[in-house]
């Protein structure tokens, strides 16, 4: 991950005035003179599928916002197993332990190409303090967490394993058609929806033979979307 936002001739530095996900996280209230004063800690990062963010147990210097990408938050279980608890998405914004003294509760792990900030905690920490729409915006953020968990536990955890498969895949946005779509592995479905890689790769073979999902040489090319949400009603 190579950050661009601490070299001041960066020529996206103008760009964080006008980011797309500007307002919907942490320093949506502040003008661009204010932005601009705490910009030079902040590091804009690129990083591609597999790079990790930050491991769990590990301090935690700094949070994190997604501007673009999928980034999945895994916790080790004592067993030597592994589960995803959340999946992270452009708005979001994760670590928010570190304002608080803790050391990170996951490990943050990208899923698809994505553009990522790097904030210190202590900007975030001193803009709390002296700003009172950057302290609303983080009141919101814990509880946008919190219904982010309570939704993966209602939709990914309860219900029959096929039902909870149609409930993933139209969490992550399939489509009838979307060649861009990147179809998670096998590993990560089971350890999303607690079940095996054995049993993910079945339900994943059953849900092509039937038509609920189409792909082509193993690449995801659409799904019926229709039967999968009457099977993740079911």
């Not at 399939?174 to 999303?192: I, N, W, Y």
Request: charged share 20%; hydrophobic share 40%.
């Amino acid at each position: 991950m190579k950050p661009n936002c601490t070299n001041p001739e960066w020529i996206g530095r103008a760009k964080c005035a006008v980011c797309d996900v500007r307002n919907f996280v942490l320093f949506a209230g502040l003008s661009v003179p204010e932005l601009d004063a705490i910009l030079q800690p902040i590091d804009n990062l690129h990083a591609a599928p597999g790079a990790v963010l930050y491991e769990q147990g590990a301090p935690a210097p700094s949070v994190y916002t997604v501007r673009s990408g999928l980034i999945k938050l895994k916790v080790d279980l004592p067993n030597g197993c592994q589960r995803i608890v959340r999946l992270l998405r452009p708005g979001d914004v994760v670590g928010l332990e570190a304002l608080v003294g803790e050391r990170y509760h996951h490990s943050a792990i990208v899923l698809q190409d994505a553009d990522i900030c790097r904030i210190p905690r202590e900007v975030v920490i001193r803009l709390d303090q002296t700003s009172p729409q950057v302290h609303q915006a983080l009141l919101q953020r814990w509880q946008r967490s919190v219904d982010q968990a309570d939704h993966f536990i209602t939709a990914l955890s309860t219900g029959s394993a096929e039902a909870r498969m149609a409930r993933l895949l139209i969490l992550l946005g399939c489509t009838v058609t979307d060649s861009d779509f990147v179809f998670p592995s096998r590993e990560d479905m089971g350890a999303l929806l607690g079940i095996t890689t054995e049993t993910a790769s079945r339900i994943v073979a059953e849900f092509k033979r039937r038509g609920l999902v189409h792909m082509d040489k193993g690449s995801y090319i659409g799904c019926d979307q229709g039967a999968l949400s009457r099977l993740a009603d079911s």
